[in-house]
């Protein structure tokens, strides 16, 4: 199989997908050959599906930081550069993985509401605040999270990278 022609370099979770479909179609049309065809095709989704688990993760961990530096300024002082570092780490790998991926940036759009929402109880017991502390509402947009220059006191030009 050419994998530059199936999108395995463009998209690898569309490759994921559109392979398990098409071995499962070939596994359907030739029951006698020695694949394990539904196997096969389950585990290249399981692929597929760590992808978007490693975006959820990873968008999480950034909104995480991006709500505490926002809603706990009492902790800047001792905590910046470490936010700092872990929020430019995560967006860098998200929109690494989109990059690579970029039929997930739909999912990324998609889940944010719910990650966001998780996002905001972690932030509120890392910080050690009541859960109201953090507001129920995003602050910010997923354009703003995954911005380099957001939040501004934050990145300065020289951290911006």
Not at 9 to 18: I, S, V
Request: one cysteine or more.
């Amino acid at each position: 199989m050419d994998r530059a022609s199936a999108g395995y370099d463009e998209d690898f979770y569309a490759w994921t997908q559109t392979q398990a479909a098409e071995l499962r179609r070939a596994g359907a049309e030739r029951t006698n050959a020695p694949i394990d065809w539904a196997n096969v095709a389950e585990e290249i989704e399981i692929l597929g599906r760590s992808q978007k688990s490693e975006i959820d993760s990873r968008l999480s961990v950034l909104l995480v930081h991006l709500l505490k530096w926002l809603c706990c300024p009492d902790l800047r002082e001792r905590c910046e550069r470490g936010w700092r570092l872990t929020i430019r780490e995560q967006r860098k790998k998200l929109l690494r993985d989109i990059k690579d991926s970029p039929s997930l940036r739909p999912y990324v759009a998609e889940v944010f509401d719910d990650v966001y929402e998780d996002a905001r109880l972690k932030a509120a017991a890392e910080a050690d605040v009541p859960n109201s502390h953090i507001p129920v509402e995003p602050p910010f947009t997923l354009d703003q999270a995954l911005d380099p220059a957001y939040p501004a006191a934050l990145f300065p030009p020289d951290w911006r990278a």
